[in-house]
């Protein structure tokens, strides 16, 4: 017997129940202190409008998996371990919570989201580089 279809809604619930999110400041303070590696999934048109974090790296949601598998032959510099602790950020913290389950799959279990995402970031007046 199949399990039932589940709408996005319930999805996202069930996904955030896995994921131990955090708080704009809080972000900000483990990137800071080297804790945590802020990752960027935003399109291009949304980094471009309202700026970027810095210190934040930018990956491009359909990459993100292939970028941040410590095993895998395109990941990136950063993706040291599996043991990383990664926060996923996208604009509002909807999508970012479905691409930090997905890490959760490849074994990057401290793959978590920021609540909120980026507005939230600007909102608490965290440090945005302006567009050019």
Do not use: K
């Amino acid at each position: 017997m199949s399990e039932r279809p589940v709408g996005v809604d319930e999805l996202l619930d069930r996904v955030r129940e896995g994921l131990d999110r955090v708080a704009p400041r809080e972000a900000h303070d483990a990137a800071r202190a080297g804790e945590a590696l802020l990752v960027d999934i935003r399109y291009a048109s949304l980094r471009e409008r309202d700026g970027l974090i810095p210190g934040a790296l930018v990956v491009e949601r359909n990459e993100l998996e292939w970028r941040l598998d410590p095993r895998g032959s395109h990941r990136v510099p950063e993706a040291t371990s599996h043991d990383l602790r990664i926060v996923v950020i996208c604009n509002e913290g909807y999508a970012s919570s479905l691409a930090a389950a997905s890490l959760h799959q490849l074994g990057l279990l401290r793959a978590t989201d920021l609540v909120g995402g980026f507005q939230a970031w600007r909102a608490d007046g965290l440090p945005v580089t302006t567009p050019t």
